[in-house]
Structure formats: C-alpha cells, structure tokens
Nanobody
Framework: LQLQAFGGGLVQSGGFLRLSCAASGSAFSIVHMGWHRQAPGAQRELVARITSDGGANYADSVKGRATISRDNAKNTVYLQMNSLKPEDTAVYYC?????????????WGQGTQVTVSS
C-alpha cells in the first residue's frame, strides 16, 4: 500500500489548512485512515481517524477545529483544520490500517510539514 500526502506548508495563526492522503496499491480493505502528527521533541500523536463506514474520532486538542472526511471511491482522506494555533506545528503523517480479521497491517505515508506562525 502506498500513501501519498498533499497539503501542509506555512499558515498564519487563525488560518486553515487542508491535507489529503491518497491510498493505492493494495487489494486489501482499508479499515481506517487518518492523520498523526509529531512535533519536535514530542511523541507522534493521533490527530484524527476515519473508518470505512465514516466513523471518526479526533484528538481532544483538535476537536471542534478539525474535520476528517473520506472518499471511498478514491481511497482518499481529507483533513480540514481551522483556527490553527502555533501548537499545531508538526510533521503530519497519513496512516492506514488494512486487512481482514485477524490479519492487519499499518502503513504510513511520508510526512508533510505544517508550520503555524504566531
């Protein structure tokens, strides 16, 4: 499975961004896709994740500011984040879990840098 991420860059505080991640190359079902992020000196953390049937969960730090959506036909996930804060600065990684019970595999795309200036 290949995951290709788009979006990111430099955004002013209070602004917005939209990340997208396209999955390709696997015959297995995608269980969920989403975004994690890792700030300098910090652990990677979940930002938002969406299942194949549209169920979503968000980190408390982005609830109310982030919306994750999915186009199953395109195997693409979108993350819209509004009211960006400097603490949202991080490398954002797209991830996917594929497979069928009991065999699952995690895949990660390349990170994309998001920098929020104050």
């Amino acid at each position: 499975l290949q995951l290709q991420a788009f979006g990111g860059g430099l955004v002013q505080s209070g602004g917005f961004l939209r990340l997208s991640c396209a999955a390709s190359g696997s015959a297995f079902s995608i269980v969920h896709m989403g975004w994690h992020r890792q700030a300098p000196g910090a652990q990677r953390e979940l930002v938002a994740r969406i299942t194949s049937d549209g169920g979503a969960n968000y980190a408390d730090s982005v609830k109310g500011r982030a919306t994750i959506s999915r186009d199953n036909a395109k195997n693409t996930v979108y993350l819209q984040m509004n009211s960006l804060k400097p603490e949202d600065t991080a490398v954002y990684y797209c991830g996917a879990l594929i497979g069928v019970p009991p065999c699952y595999s995690d895949y990660w795309g390349q990170g994309t840098q998001v920098t929020v200036s104050s």
